[in-house]
């Protein structure tokens, strides 16, 4: 059966008090009409129409997909209006899934189950809220079936007392669409086209009104304002958390964790509170993570300790090492295994070999350290000189004493020490005592001063 899948995103989103249009606002990594997107087209459908309002000109540009259409809705003037508006790409389409693009949660799942249940009939999917306010009540028979939808705003006492409501989301067989939204009216206390309205035509025609419900009734949430919009926050990343520890990851506290992209893991690793994890990060096996850590687009070998308060960013930390607290590897920061990085040190631009250390209140940017380097507390490469980046060379097994600034283009060369608290700007030889340091001397007799009676 050919599907088509109509994604209504028109509505003003005014509760969200935004210059953005409410379906770019995001959830996790992405703007709630991608979550929708990417859902729709899990189902494999022949069409997706997104049919969006004023302003549809940013959404085009955020959201991409040469296999989407597009329709304009100028003016909101109801579900049925809006779904009129796709009728031009629906030619020969046979099942027609309805999606709203501000209720990013639903699943893949439940849409194949309703679409299922459907077939060549009508297919609704319900829930049943304990506060139904608000939404259309689902209006049943003697015998239980479907009759109608009635709106919040044009029911009676009896029917607001209906706990059973309309999710909005919905299976319509395409060839009978086009008549019935041609014969929809806007007589009702909203003045708007409701697309509900074509229910008691479907009825009317004798077709069968399937219903289907989802698992989570999260799923049939929508975003309108900003608390809504933190409240399914929270639930997308406890799926996400929920998924991870099925797969074997723990989480020391899945309601204090926090994934805006994808995150691939070895076993058992196990990852602390608070913790932010951004793009593609990928982590080996026996890998800890801290707490208070972010993590984008990096790759962390097996064995690897990042302890609290690390910020690594597009790098990559091989097996066995040590990194944090409080350590940051910026973009290209490279660690071969083994290594040591400790507090209040940035590495930047750096490849940094086996069993290397880096542990106290150091700048490595630019630079290439060989294996069994070991950096004293306070280096800095001077990588910059107000116009162009250098590169700093040190060899296997060199030794940076304390407080030294490695003024670069500059080598230091296998086994070489540094004395602490020197400027090298010239190369330092291979296995010698490097240093630039005035000699120390000390004042015969002299007198601390002393205050005058
Ligand atoms: C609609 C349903 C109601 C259901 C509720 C679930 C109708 C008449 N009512 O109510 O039964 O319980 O959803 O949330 O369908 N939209 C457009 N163009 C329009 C109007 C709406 O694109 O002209 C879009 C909105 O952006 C939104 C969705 O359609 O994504 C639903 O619109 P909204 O006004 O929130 O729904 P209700 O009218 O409250
Ligand atoms: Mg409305």
């Given at each position: 059966?050919?599907?088509?899948?109509?994604?209504?995103?028109?509505g003003?989103?005014?509760r969200?008090k935004?210059?953005?249009p409410?379906?770019?606002?995001r959830l996790?990594?992405?703007?709630?009409?991608?979550?929708?997107?990417?859902?729709?087209r899990?189902?494999?459908p022949?069409r997706?129409?997104v049919v969006?309002g004023?302003g549809g000109?940013?959404?085009?540009?955020t959201i991409?997909g040469?296999?989407?259409?597009?329709a304009?809705q100028?003016e909101?003037l109801?579900?049925?209006h809006?779904?009129a508006?796709?009728l031009?790409?629906?030619a020969?389409i046979?099942q027609v899934?309805v999606l709203?693009g501000d209720v990013?949660l639903i699943?893949?799942e439940?849409l194949?189950?309703?679409?299922?249940?459907?077939g060549?009939?009508?297919?609704?999917l319900?829930?049943?809220?304990e506060?139904?306010?608000?939404y259309?009540r689902?209006?049943?028979?003697?015998a239980g079936?479907v009759e109608?939808i009635?709106?919040q705003?044009?029911a009676t006492?009896?029917?607001?007392?209906?706990?059973?409501v309309?999710?909005g989301i919905?299976?319509?067989p395409?060839?009978?669409?086009a008549?019935w939204?041609?014969?929809l009216?806007?007589?009702?206390a909203?003045?708007?086209?409701?697309?509900?309205?074509?229910l008691?035509?479907?009825v009317?025609e004798?077709?069968?009104?399937?219903?289907?419900?989802?698992?989570?009734?999260v799923e049939a949430?929508?975003v309108n304002d900003?608390?809504?919009?933190?409240a399914l926050?929270?639930a997308w990343q406890?799926r996400?958390a929920?998924?991870?520890?099925?797969?074997g990851l723990?989480?020391?506290?899945?309601?204090r964790?926090d994934?805006?992209?994808?995150l691939?893991?070895?076993?058992?690793?196990e990852?602390?509170?608070?913790?932010?994890?951004?793009?593609?990060?990928?982590l080996?096996?026996?890998?800890?993570i801290g707490?208070h850590?972010?993590l984008?687009?990096c790759r962390?070998?097996?064995?690897?300790?990042?302890?609290?308060?690390c910020v690594?960013?597009?790098?990559?930390?091989g097996s066995?090492s040590?990194?944090g607290?409080f350590?940051?590897?910026?973009?290209?920061?490279?660690?071969?295994g083994?290594?040591?990085?400790?507090?209040f040190?940035?590495?930047k631009?750096?490849?940094i070999g086996?069993?290397?250390?880096?542990n106290h209140?150091?700048?490595?940017g630019?630079a290439?350290?060989g294996?069994g380097?070991n950096?004293?507390?306070?280096?800095i490469?001077?990588?910059?000189?107000?116009?162009?980046?250098?590169?700093t060379l040190?060899?296997?097994r060199?030794f940076?004493?304390?407080?030294t600034?490695?003024v670069a283009?500059?080598t230091?060369?296998?086994g070489?020490?540094i004395g602490a608290g020197s400027v090298?700007?010239?190369d330092?030889p291979?296995?010698?005592?490097?240093?630039?340091r005035?000699r120390q001397?000390t004042i015969?007799?002299?007198k601390?001063?002393?205050?005058?009676?």
């Open positions: 059966m050919t599907l088509g899948i109509v994604i209504l995103a028109a003003q989103g005014t969200m935004s210059r953005l409410k379906v770019l606002h996790g990594d992405r703007p709630l009409l991608q979550h929708v997107i990417d859902t729709a899990a189902l494999q022949t997706i129409i969006h004023h000109d940013q959404v085009r540009e991409m040469d296999d989407l259409y597009w304009e100028a909101q109801g579900t049925g809006a779904v508006q796709a031009p790409h629906l020969g046979e899934l709203y990013p699943r893949t439940t194949q189950g309703l679409l299922d249940v459907a060549n009939g009508f297919g609704l319900t829930v049943n809220l506060d139904p306010t608000g259309g689902i209006c049943r028979d003697s079936r109608r009635i709106e705003k044009d006492p009896q029917q607001l007392t209906i706990h059973e309309n999710t919905m299976v319509l395409g060839h009978r669409l008549d939204l041609g014969r009216g806007n007589d009702n909203q003045s708007e086209y409701y697309l509900t309205d074509v008691p035509m479907a009317a004798g077709l069968s009104v399937a219903v289907a419900q989802p698992t989570d009734p949430e929508g900003r608390a809504q919009l933190a926050e929270r406890r996400q929920d998924a991870l520890m099925r797969g723990t989480l020391r506290d899945p309601a964790f994934l805006r992209g994808t691939r893991h070895g076993m058992d690793c990852i602390d509170i608070d913790v932010l994890i951004e793009g593609e990060v990928e080996g096996e026996g890998v800890r707490p850590c972010v984008r687009d962390i070998d097996d064995g690897v300790e990042v302890q609290a308060h690594i960013e597009q790098a990559r930390i066995g040590r990194v607290p350590s940051r590897l910026r973009p290209g920061a490279e660690l071969a083994g290594n040591h990085v400790g507090n040190v940035e590495i631009n750096a490849t086996e069993g290397s250390k880096v209140l150091s700048y490595v630019d290439e350290l294996c380097v950096v004293g507390a306070g280096t490469t001077c990588n910059y000189d107000g116009a162009n980046k250098h590169r040190i060899g296997d060199a940076i004493g304390s407080n600034a490695l283009p500059v230091v060369g296998k070489a020490t090298i700007s010239k330092a291979e296995e010698r005592l490097t240093l630039t005035a001397t015969e007799g002299w601390r001063p002393e205050k005058k009676s």
